[in-house]
C-alpha cells in the first residue's frame, strides 16, 4: 500500500518525537510491504519563524492533499518565548485551531490505556489498577457549548452572560457512526454519555445515537448520565471501552481519564472528519522545559502513528505490531525520564525509538 503522509514536526519537543515515530513508521512499512511518502510542512512557532503566521493557506492544501498528518506539539514557553509578544490570531496554538477547522476534524479520539508494567504510576487504588483498563474516549469537537451562540449584556443593571449549547442531528449523527466503527476494531461496546434528564441537546444526542446502534448490531450500547460516568470512571474504569460524548462533557472527561493513567508522555489522540482523514498527534505539548535534551518519551506519538494506520489506513496488523512492541520494551524494563523508576533501564529519546523498531 502506499500512505502519503504529511509531517509537521512542530516545536519543542516535537521534531524529536516525530523522528522516532517515522523511524518505526519506516520499519513498519519495510516489514508488511508498504510504501510511505512524507510530505514535511511546517505549523507553529516554527512556521512563525519562516512565513510570519503560524500556518499558511499553502500548508493547509498540501494537508488536505495528503491521507494523513502526523503532528509533533507545537508552541513554546508562554512567558518567555517571543511567538506570544504577538496579538493571539498569530501565536503558534491559532494554527493547531486553523488546521483543525480547515480539515473539519469534528471528532477527537483519545484512548486511555493502562499498561501493565506503569501500572505503579496509576493515581487510583491498587484493587482498582490491578483491572486495568482501556479505552478511548469519543469527543464531538465542532460543536455545542463552545461553539453556540454566546453574550455578555446587562438586564435590569444586573450583569448577565449567556452560553448555548446547540446539537443538530446531523452533527450527532457523524460523531456516533464514527464511535461504533472504532468500535467494531476494539470491544465492540459503546457507553454514550449525556445529561438526558435535564438537557434537551442530550435527549436529542441520545435519540440519534440509538438510531445510528441499529446499523451496528454487533456493537452493545449503553447510556450513561455525564456526572454517574466522572464517578464510574475514578470506580471502575476498566468497563468502558468507547466512550462517547459530546464536545463540552469530552474535555472534561477525557482529561480524567489521561489523569488515571498517571503518564503524560504515553497518551495519543487523533482528530478525525468524515472521511478516513485524521490528524494524529500526542496529547502532550511541546514540553519546552525538555526541548533539544533528547530526552522526551517518543511513546505518545509513535502510538498516535498505530492509530494512523489503524483509523485512515485499516491496517490493524501493522498498528498491533507497533502496540504489541511498545508493550514489550515496558515489560523488559525500559523507560525515558518521565516514566523512571529505580530499578529500570534508563533511555533516552531515540534508544526508545530503537527498541520499539526492534521489537517490530
Ligand atoms: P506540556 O505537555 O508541553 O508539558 C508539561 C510537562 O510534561 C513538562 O514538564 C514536560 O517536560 C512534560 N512532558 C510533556 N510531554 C513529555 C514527553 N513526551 N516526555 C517527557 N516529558 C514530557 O505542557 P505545557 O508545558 O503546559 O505546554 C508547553 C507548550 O506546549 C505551550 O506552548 C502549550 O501551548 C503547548 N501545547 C501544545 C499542544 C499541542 O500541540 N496540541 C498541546 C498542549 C500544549
Redesign the pocket.
Known amino acids: 500500500m502506499k500512505l502519503n503522509i504529511a509531517v509537521i514536526k512542530?516545536?519543542?519537543?516535537?521534531p524529536e518525537?516525530v523522528t522516532e515515530a517515522m523511524k518505526v513508521l519506516d520499519g513498519v512499512a519495510e516489514k508488511f510491504g508498504h510504501e510511505i511518502e512524507y510530505t514535511q510542512l511546517l505549523m507553529?512557532g516554527a512556521s512563525i519563524d519562516v512565513h510570519g503566521v503560524p500556518l499558511t493557506d499553502e500548508t493547509i492544501e498540501k494537508a488536505k492533499a495528503a491521507d494523513a498528518v502526523l503532528?509533533?506539539?507545537?508552541?513554546?514557553?508562554?512567558n518567555t518565548?517571543p511567538w506570544?509578544k504577538l496579538e493571539p490570531s498569530l501565536r503558534?496554538?491559532a494554527g493547531?485551531l486553523k488546521i483543525r477547522k480547515a480539515l473539519n476534524l469534528f471528532a477527537n479520539v483519545r484512548p486511555a490505556l493502562l499498561y501493565e508494567d506503569l501500572a505503579d504510576a496509576c493515581p487510583l487504588k491498587k484493587e482498582v489498577a490491578e483491572q486495568g483498563f482501556d479505552m478511548v474516549i469519543m469527543r464531538e469537537l465542532t460543536g455545542g457549548l463552545y461553539f453556540g451562540k454566546r453574550n455578555t449584556t446587562v438586564i435590569d443593571g444586573v450583569k448577565t452572560a449567556v452560553d448555548t449549547l446547540e446539537y443538530n442531528e446531523n452533527e450527532i449523527r457523524r460523531i456516533a457512526i464514527k464511535a461504533f466503527d472504532i468500535a467494531m476494531k476494539r470491544r465492540k461496546s459503546v457507553i454514550s454519555v449525556d445529561k438526558a434528564n435535564v438537557l434537551d441537546s442530550s435527549r436529542l444526542w441520545r435519540e440519534v445515537v440509538n438510531e445510528v446502534a441499529k446499523d451496528y448490531p454487533e456493537v452493545k450500547l449503553s447510556h450513561m448520565l455525564v456526572d454517574n460516568c466522572a464517578m464510574q470512571l475514578v470506580k471502575d474504569p476498566s468497563q468502558f471501552d468507547v466512550v462517547l460524548t459530546e464536545n463540552m462533557f469530552g474535555d472534561i472527561l477525557s482529561d480524567e481519564a489521561s489523569m488515571i493513567t498517571g503518564s503524560?508522555?504515553m497518551l495519543s489522540?487523533a482528530s478525525l472528519n468524515e472521511t478516513k482523514f485524521g490528524l494524529y498527534?500526542?496529547?502532550?505539548?511541546?514540553?519546552?522545559?525538555?526541548a533539544g535534551l533528547g530526552?522526551?518519551?517518543?511513546?505518545?506519538?509513535i502510538l498516535s502513528a498505530a492509530m494512523m494506520l489503524r483509523f485512515t489506513f485499516d491496517l490493524d496488523e501493522e498498528a498491533d505490531a507497533i502496540e504489541n512492541s511498545i508493550k514489550k520494551v515496558l515489560k523488559d524494563g525500559y523507560r525515558?525520564?518521565?516514566l523512571y523508576s529505580e530499578g529500570m533501564k534508563k533511555v533516552n529519546?531515540s534508544e526508545m525509538g530503537d527498541l520499539i523498531l526492534a521489537n517490530i
Open positions: 512542530g516545536d519543542g519537543i516535537g518525537i507553529g503532528m509533533g506539539s507545537i508552541g513554546g514557553d508562554t518565548s506570544y503558534p496554538e493547531l503524560i508522555g489522540s498527534e500526542p496529547s502532550h505539548g511541546s514540553a519546552p522545559d525538555i530526552i522526551a518519551n517518543p511513546i505518545a506519538t525515558t525520564g518521565d529519546c
